[in-house]
């Protein structure tokens, strides 16, 4: 199973960025979808977490500001993050927890590579 991030860059304080992931691989099912983020110096942190019946989680400092959303025919998840700061500036990682081959494979969470997110003041 692989997961594919894209979509990071260089933005404005203010600015918007649309990070998506894409999973493939052997794939029987998969459940919980999200984003985490580790900029520099600090430990890896969740940003939001989507369930498979599209419940969401989110951490306070994406609240009103990002929306995860995923596409369960595509195996995708999506990251729309708004308005910006430079704190937000981090390696955002895709990470999904699939179950692989059949309804009785195993079960695991893959992270993606990571894509990087830069917020100039």
């Known amino acids: 199973v692989q997961l594919q991030a894209s979509g990071g860059g260089l933005v404005q304080s203010g600015g918007s960025l649309r990070l998506s992931c894409a999973a493939s691989g052997s794939i029987y099912s998969i459940y919980d979808m999200g984003w985490y983020r580790q900029a520099p110096g600090k430990q890896r942190e969740l940003v939001a977490i989507?369930?498979?019946?599209?419940?969401?989680t989110y951490a306070n400092s994406a609240k009103g500001r990002f929306t995860i959303s995923r596409d369960n025919a595509k195996k995708t998840v999506l990251l729309q993050t708004n308005s910006l700061r430079p704190e937000d500036t981090a390696v955002y990682y895709c990470t999904a927890e699939v179950r692989s081959y059949n309804p009785l494979g195993p079960r695991k969470v893959y992270w993606g590579q990571g894509t990087q997110v830069t917020v100039s003041s």
């Open positions: 989507i369930a498979s019946g599209g419940s969401t």
